[in-house]
């Protein structure tokens, strides 16, 4: 593969590509499992196939299409969400069967022959174009610099959002920014890893990282590089196997997350020993 | 006299639930406030009103006889433990530090040297400088507890607003924290919710009874009957009974 990888191109942006969605899922995915946002991302992700249909039927670049319904789902379930949590549940849920069902509304008045809509709902990493590359290079930037720049605040926010806003810091902006960008980021993923299959390379890399690291700057730099090792191996299977890489991705993620959680477990309990032999 | 908070005719409705009806209280100056009364009284309600994080249907609020939003010094608050997530990667002093967060400094800020210091020396006031560097999912209630008081008390606040402070905390800690506060209402108006009856009797100058009406307010020194009353029955009838039965001879 090595010796393919400097001869095909689409080997080489898949490659990059691989990168620059790690950077981006590393860390939003931290935040996402720490604020229990896994639901609402897997209704944002479905809600933006209402997007891609619209591109189609439209004659646009299906993926803007996702971005503008990803960004109203994320917008619209926090709006929902702020007032309580189950209703957030509950708009959770209708945003995504509603977001899938207008997406195979759109396709099926589109005219002339349906698009392949597999490689939105499974991925596919080796078929991503350099203007999805550049996409991720600038949400890369953005994440980056929102982290950067507001660690503290939005250390603060993450750990006790109410706190925060007691100390005059502006929740709801930081709120509405971060929602937007899981929206971005998911609708970068879905390149990758598809719709459906989104919510396995955005949770289990920082789950994992979470089981090893008690500092929330060292789970987001470790969930980067689970999450890049994950890509490339899946990106490897993909190549290989001739699979869909968001399938290897996702079935490489989930079988990691239990790995790795079998691990800590057997460690606690040779720690708990060693500690009970010491103890005697 | 001064008061530190003025509350009038203060009612909240979460969607068409009535939380608070009418609620009228004013609070001195370095008063030690306890609030009391059933769960689901509003007791919670109450507090976060005066903190701007609900906001009320009606009724007027005043901290130190300002608008709550031109009320620009840090509010002190101890949220509820059951607020929290207690798996949060964060360490004790990261925790105290967002204390000395404010709303208005701007990119890439990073706490100075003095804000450390406040930090270190608030881990002091408690005796838990060596839980300095530990995650707080690693400590018990009663530190984690104390570690919520430091973080409210680094934001260097004149007033004070805790929610049941106490719950889910050893007795040795419980003393602690009382004493402590006790010791910073010297300068401190602290605001109290608790269903602890011990605290009441020992630690608060003045009760309120509160379910979704406020049906007492006053200081406990002045009326040896309603310490009787109050005091002398079981914690659960004032956690979970109705508490103007308590004090009938001063309800609604």
Known sequence: MLKALFEYNFLQNAFLCSILISIACGIIGTVIILKRLVMISGGISHTSFGGVGLGYFLGIEPIIGAFVFAVAAAIGIGYIGKKSHRNSDIATGIFWSAGMALGILFISFTPGYPPDISSYLFGDILTVSKTDLLLTVILDAVIIFFIIAFYNYFRAYLFDDEFAAVLKINVNLINNILHVIIALTIVILIRAVGIVLVLALLTAPAAIAKLFSGNLKSIMLLSVFISLVLCFAGLWASYRFNIASGASIALLSSLLYFAAHLVRKISDYITDRKMQNQGN | ?252
């Open chain 2, 1 to 252: 006299m001064n008061y530190a908070i003025e509350i009038k005719n203060l009612t909240v409705f979460y969607n068409k639930t009535c939380a608070l009806s009418d609620i009228n209280l004013t609070v001195a100056e370095k008063d030690f406030l306890a609030i009391i009364g059933p769960n689901g009284g509003g007791k919670s309600t109450l507090v976060k009103s005066v903190l701007g994080i609900v906001m009320p249907q009606h009724g007027e609020i005043r901290i130190f006889g300002r608008d709550p939003e031109k009320y620009a010094d840090p509010i002190g608050y101890v949220p509820q433990f059951s607020h929290f997530i207690h798996d949060f990667p964060i360490s004790v002093i990261d925790v105290i530090l967002t204390g000395r967060l404010h709303g208005r400094t701007g990119l890439f800020h990073r706490y100075s040297k003095k804000d450390y210091e406040i930090a270190e020396s608030m881990l002091d006031r408690l005796n838990i400088t060596h839980l300095r560097n530990r995650q707080i999912s690693q400590l018990s209630g009663g530190q984690f507890q104390k570690v919520m008081i430091l973080r409210a008390l680094a934001t260097e606040p004149e007033l004070l607003l805790l929610d049941e402070p106490t719950a889910n905390v050893d007795n040795d800690s419980k003393t602690q924290i009382y004493e402590f506060l006790k010791e910073i209402n010297r300068s401190v108006t602290i605001i109290l919710i608790t269903h602890d009856t011990a605290a009441i009797s020992s630690y608060v100058k003045n009760v309120a009874c509160l379910n979704k009406r406020l049906f007492y307010h006053g200081e406990i020194e002045l009326d040896n009957d309603i310490i009787q009353k109050t005091f002398g029955c079981p914690v659960d009838l004032i956690a979970h009974g109705v508490p103007h039965r308590v004090l009938r001879d001063h309800g609604e």
